[in-house]
């Protein structure tokens, strides 16, 4: 098995999103003849799933050494603790301040900028005790891992490989959002990261034709388009803890909202598009909307001003691993997407492996196509509330329960993005001679 380094601060047994394109990744790496050794963080406050780490092929080696005190920390046995379902009426919890609203935009580099050094010792300690790696490959966010990366592949001479889960100097959310002092620093940063690079994999095509546009003295076969993808074994690894049963009682028809409502989804449109189906004449008593993730005291008040908030459900926290049980009792899964075309919800991929109807909510022509080369679902505008509204009348006069044919699209399942990488892997290792760390 050939290996390389994997600089990845988020990884199982971590939950967040940011840990889960690696471990797909680290998973069906194997089967074109590759495996990770990662460079791992984790932190006394981090959630964890220990069956996610127990989902880690037995071919992955993990050094939990990335921040300083990762090697302490022990994550619990068992599965994860639901959150405790909220009220019907919560409290209204006070506004973030100031700081804590603009901490990414005057902090780009997040938290971990302040273990760069340790991260570096660490990595070096790695491929020391590694020295058959033959390459250099970074998980980002956190984006201060980069500069980790581009400095080792810099002292070792083996090619990197950066995998921008989300756009950095050339976001559109959030560029404008920085003030000059962090924009010109993240634009500095990211440069000599990327010209250390032997290539740059973003998750979307239209972030990487930015990233060329962006970078047009470097060449463009620098950068490439890896999908955010789904594993649909993974979505099922805890079935047997999965709950059963209607989402609703008494039972009626559900939309499965698999999300955050926070800061770039704000929801309003599917607060007026549910306005129109009740208008219709579908109410609360046969059709609710289902949220397994944030559902902020502002968009409960939106929906009691606009009279639908009976259709808000707060559902408790979901481990992937049953994720495939959950989408199972839903009649229609529904994305609600970012104002912008470089970024594709990672849920997209979860629900493309599902054979439920799915909804999406966006202004993104290439989630569009895919979406239509994938069958069994429809895309609308965000500022088209009318035909959500339609969208969603339409699946409930199908009625419950109904499944659907839907196609692979190529590089959407977790097994064709690892042999996208493989190849990646394949070119960069042939590129460069290894100097040593």
């Known amino acids: 098995m050939r290996r390389f380094l994997y600089i990845s601060p988020f990884f199982p047994p971590m939950t967040r999103v940011g840990a ?61 603790k639901a959150a405790p379902q909220p009220q019907p009426q919560p409290q209204p919890k006070p506004k973030p301040g100031f700081f804590a609203r603009r901490a990414e935009d005057l902090n780009p580099f997040g938290a971990h900028v302040f273990g760069v050094g340790h991260a570096l010792r660490a990595a070096r300690a790695a491929l020391r005790a590694h020295p058959s790696c033959e390459a250099i490959m970074v998980n980002a966010d956190p984006y201060a891992a980069m500069l980790v990366g581009a400095r080792l592949a810099r002292e070792s001479g083996l090619p990197l490989i950066h995998d921008l889960r989300d756009p950095w100097s050339c976001c559109e959310l959030r560029r404008g959002l920085r003030p000059a002092p962090q924009r010109a620093l993240v634009d500095r940063a990211e440069r000599w990261a990327v010209e250390a690079a032997h290539t740059v994999i973003l998750n979307t095509k239209t972030a990487c034709r930015d990233y060329r546009r962006h970078y047009a003295d470097l060449p463009a076969s620098r950068f490439t388009a890896i999908y955010n993808h789904g594993d649909p074994e993974l979505l099922r690894l805890g079935q047997a803890d999965a709950e059963g049963g209607a989402l609703l009682d008494p039972p009626r028809f559900v939309v499965l909202f698999m999300g955050n409502f926070r800061r770039f989804v704000e929801g309003a449109a599917v607060i007026q598009a549910l306005a129109r189906v009740r208008a219709a004449g579908v109410g609360p008593d046969q059709l609710g909307l289902v949220i397994t993730g944030t559902l902020p005291a502002e968009l409960r008040e939106q929906a009691r001003a606009a009279g639908v908030e009976g259709m808000l459900h707060d559902h408790p926290f979901v481990p992937v ?81 109904r499944r659907i044919e839907r196609r692979l699209v190529e590089g959407t399942d977790s097994p064709g993005a690892a042999r996208q990488l493989a190849e990646i892997l394949e070119r960069a290792a042939g590129s460069s001679p290894r100097r040593g760390p």
Not at 47 to 73: C, F, H, N, Q
Not at 377 to 398: F, K, R, S, T, Y
């Open 321 to 401: 691993l049953e994720l495939g049980a959950l989408m199972d009792r839903a009649d229609l899964l529904l994305s609600f997407s970012h104002p912008t075309a470089q970024r594709i919800p990672a849920k997209i991929y979860d629900y493309l492996v599902s054979d439920r109807p799915l909804l999406v909510i966006a202004d993104n022509p290439e989630l569009r196509e895919l979406v239509a080369a994938a069958g069994g679902g429809e895309v609308h505008a965000l500022d088209a509330p009318e035909a959500v509204a339609d969208a969603i009348l339409a699946a409930h006069a199908a009625g419950r329960g």
């Open 20 to 80: 889960l394109r690696p471990l797909k990744f680290a998973r069906h790496l194997p089967a074109s003849g590759w495996a990770p050794v990662v460079l791992s963080d984790l932190r006394p406050g981090d959630d964890v799933d220990p069956r996610l780490e127990a989902a880690v092929p037995a071919s992955t080696i993990v050094i939990r050494d990335y921040g300083r005190a990762a090697s302490e920390v022990r994550p619990s046995a068992g599965r994860p």
